[in-house]
């Protein structure tokens, strides 16, 4: 059993127009078997189910130990999971304290702004580099 | 003439209701193998966790788990022009997304400017409205990020944050007619079932201007590849807006608000803008540029069974083929050169399924001497459009569509 069918399950009666419509009325290919199982729709050997639940994975990737790293690990992970923050290029301690900003401006963040200019050295240290000249 | 390449889409096995209904939702992978090898993407910090633990996914690019950003590993373009739902890439704005999804109750509500406020269940969508179905490319506005030259800040996609389906559904302008559009109205406004996990996190929304939404092309689909759509991809409801940027095809879309006035919102005015110049190019630190919200998209052409770094025989006949695609207009040509530009020859176009799909090109090629060879692609659309020689660039990543290169060494 693969792990894309062990996180999805469905509950309960789907209205049955819904998924009717899904196989009729269509020139894509496999329409041969979808007609067969709008027949087999109307016919009402439909299994009875419908509410359709998702759990998604969760992340154990913590951010990398560090000068810094339990403020990204108490903050950064409350909105979103590490991995796409350590994928990003190499930036400048400017950068990264332009996209911690962001974060507290636009999306209201609850990092306390005392602890931005902490948090972008930690970025720094882990992905960083330093603007040319600089 | 050598035979033609173009693949046959890939043909859906559906038994039965039961069959259809568990095709759809649970995803029915035939892709068990969790494949343990990371992929280096070409570019730094681009090693990437091919994954299989999100629900009705096969082997995706591990970008980010929460919210869930999946890359199509690019392989999967060479399989045909659609690309499959359990292979469709993903990318979430907001990490509280709904975890149950019950089709009886959804309600699709439509209300603001209009003379009616109306609450549409999946099945009122089905049965009162004439269905309608376009082939349609879905980009992500940031696409090939991770190519961009000075890197940006974003997710750092490779080419794999697009995909072409056939979207199945109702179009936007008949339920709009429905609930009667006021003189006056100006834009449309979309929301979905997503939230942000603190308060003050704006709501996900993406507007459309009133006659754009009222085209009759943009469309609200419940069907994706004659599936339901996957929960990561909207289910039950998504946005399609034919020829445009993915960010406004709003997922589990629940809500449309007619505005008379524009949108202020977060999202869509201060959000995805881009610069207001030819592809959205400027110099890197360049001051003083107008601001626009992103729109239509640029022609796109890419090889898929030939890597950089191939190695060939000299002499020998082979194919070479890719997917290309117009934008926001029918792909007219896609030109191919084996000499890094000296010599360029059209490609022949593998069949057309409407102007805002993906379409497979082919060329039979024949490298005559040893050494390297610069391979190159080039796609031109209705609007007068042509893929540019060099790398657009813009601060937030948006809109590459350079002309692709590959270099191979014939042997």
């Not at chain 1, 020139?27 to 439909?46: F, L, N, R």
């Not at chain 2, 494949?35 to 690019?61: D, S």
């Not at chain 2, 506005?141 to 697009?162: C, D, T, Y």
């Not at chain 2, 082979?318 to 050169?337: M, N, P």
Request: aromatic share 8%; glycine share 10%.
């Amino acid at each position: 059993m693969s792990s894309s069918v062990r996180n999805i399950a469905v509950i309960r009666a789907v209205p049955l127009l819904f998924w009717a419509a899904l196989a009729t009325g269509s020139a894509w290919p496999g329409t041969a078997d979808s007609e067969a199982a709008a027949a087999k729709a109307a016919s009402g050997a439909v299994q009875s189910w419908s509410k359709v639940r998702a759990e998604l994975p969760t992340s154990q990737t913590l951010f990398p130990p560090g000068n810094g790293a339990d403020i990204a690990n108490a903050q950064c992970l409350i909105c979103h999971s590490a991995e796409m923050v350590l994928l990003q290029p190499a930036l400048t301690q400017d950068q990264w304290a332009g996209e911690i900003d962001k974060m507290r401006n636009a999306y209201g963040a609850p990092l306390p702004p005392d602890q931005v200019g902490a948090l972008a050295r930690y970025r720094l240290s882990i992905n960083g580099r330093h603007p040319p000249g600089g | 003439m050598q035979q033609s390449i173009f693949l046959p889409r890939r043909r859906r096995l559906l038994a039965g209701v039961g069959g259809i209904g568990l095709t759809g939702l649970l995803g029915a992978s035939t892709w068990n193998a969790v494949a343990a090898t990371p992929v280096e993407l070409p570019f730094a910090n681009g090693r990437r966790e091919l994954v299989t633990n999100f629900p009705q996914k096969g082997a995706m690019l591990l970008q980010r788990t929460r919210p869930p950003l999946l890359e199509t590993p690019f392989e999967v373009f060479d399989q045909g022009v659609f690309t499959p739902n359990d292979r469709f890439y993903v990318r979430w704005h907001l990490a509280n997304i709904p975890d149950v999804i019950d089709p009886l109750t959804f309600r699709l509500n439509v209300r603001g400017h209009v003379r009616q406020p109306i609450s549409l269940t999946l099945d009122d969508l089905v049965r009162d409205f004439a269905p309608f179905e376009i082939a349609a490319v879905n980009q992500c506005s940031g696409n090939s990020r991770g190519f961009f030259s000075p890197r940006v800040a974003g997710g750092q996609w490779a080419n794999g944050a697009m995909g072409n389906a056939r979207w199945k559904g109702v179009r936007l302008k008949d339920v709009l007619e429905r609930a009667g559009v006021k003189a006056g109205a100006l834009q449309v406004r979309f929301s979905g079932l997503d939230t942000g996990v603190v308060a003050q996190t704006p709501n996900f929304m993406k507007s459309l201007a009133i006659d754009h939404a009222r085209d009759g092309e943009v469309m609200i689909a419940y069907a994706m590849n004659g599936e339901p759509l996957p929960f990561l991809n909207g289910f039950p409801l998504r946005l399609v807006v034919p020829g445009w940027y993915a960010t406004y095809w709003v997922k589990m879309l629940n809500d449309i608000t007619v505005l008379d006035q524009a949108d202020d919102n977060f999202w869509t005015a201060k959000a995805y803008l881009i610069p207001d110049t030819p592809f959205a190019d400027v110099l890197p630190g360049q001051k003083g540029v107008n601001m626009i919200p992103i729109n239509r998209m640029l022609p796109r052409s890419f090889f898929t069974n030939i890597q950089d770094g191939a190695v060939v025989k000299v002499g020998q006949a082979t194919t070479v083929r890719g997917i290309a695609f117009g934008g926001d207009s029918g792909l007219t040509k896609v030109l191919f050169t084996s000499d890094a530009g000296g010599l360029w020859q059209q490609a022949r176009l593998g069949p057309d399924h409407g102007k805002y799909s993906f379409r497979q090109w082919e060329v039979p090629l024949r490298l005559a001497s040893q050494g390297r060879h610069k391979l190159m692609v080039k796609a031109f659309n209705a609007s007068g459009n042509a893929q540019p020689d060099h790398a657009n660039w813009n601060g937030a990543g948006f809109m590459r569509n350079v002309i692709e290169s590959v270099s191979v060494q014939a042997v």
